[in-house]
């Protein structure tokens, strides 16, 4: 599935599969046949574009995106970055402004030729040989958090394992020293603490995620310098 923000041909209204609610948790709680279905359904459509109508905001209005399901159209819509753009943001929710204008913007917010540069960079860390490695690594990971939690025999779940598991395969695979990983980990959390929650504003405070992303970035900045 490729979700579009800003672009798109879809019209609201013209889907007559309502019962798809592709921004639904449930959705994708569903058996992965029925999920297989429900997206072969709309494959079928006239147009290419399902659009997923959301409400928005305190007033309920609405708003959604275009998602295109067809694999043609998802690659057309990769080559046509003039059309299809990640610039705007297509985060969810959108990288704040401070954040943007004192880090930068995301490879993931990022058009081409910028991306591309990133890109090429970014790749060569995925070559067989590496992803080779990477695998060993991921196996050499789970065996100690395995191992780990054998001897405490009681904790938290996401704390113990499922944060663990890709921070510290991310790790190795950056060359990050394992002394920074738990730097790291608050770091990441608090960065992330409001991401796919709604908050209000009171409650948010800019230099709380501000402080934690200044870390991270000294930490992998002295990492490089290493």
């Known amino acids: 599935m490729k979700v579009l923000t800003g672009a798109g ?13 592709l921004a639904e948790p449930r959705f994708w709680r569903q058996p992965a046949s029925r999920r297989e279905e ?14 997923v109508e959301r409400p928005a905001g305190r007033r309920r209005k609405m708003t959604g995106f275009h998602a295109l399901v067809r694999h043609q159209d998802v690659v057309d819509a990769s080559r046509r970055s003039d059309d299809f753009i990640s610039g705007p943001g297509v985060t969810t929710p959108k990288p704040a402004r401070w954040v943007r204008f004192v880090f930068g913007d995301s490879m993931v917010n990022l058009d ?31 065996t100690e958090l395995v191992d780990e939690v054998t001897q405490r025999k009681t904790g938290d779940f996401v704390e113990l394992v499922a944060a663990q598991l890709p921070l510290r395969v991310i790790c190795a695979m950056m060359g990050i020293p394992a002394k920074y990983r738990a730097t790291l980990l608050a770091g990441l959390n608090r960065t992330t603490e409001h991401a ?13 995620g501000l402080f934690a992303l200044a ?12």
């Not at 041909?9 to 609610?21: A, F, K």
């Not at 796919?196 to 709380?208: A, D, H």
């Not at 870390?215 to 290493?226: E, I, T």
């Open 215 to 226: 870390r991270l970035q000294r930490v992998v900045a002295r990492v490089a310098r290493q």
């Open 112 to 142: 081409d030729p910028r991306h591309a540069r990133l890109r090429g960079i970014v790749q060569k860390a995925f070559t067989p040989r590496v992803i080779a490695k990477i695998t060993d690594d991921m196996r050499t990971v789970a």
């Open 38 to 51: 429900a997206f072969a359904r709309l494959r079928h459509l006239p147009e290419p574009v399902f659009f």
């Open 9 to 21: 041909t879809g019209r609201r209204g013209t889907c007559p599969y309502v019962d798809i609610d």
């Open 196 to 208: 796919g929650v709604r908050v209000p504003r009171w409650r948010r405070l800019p230099g709380r």
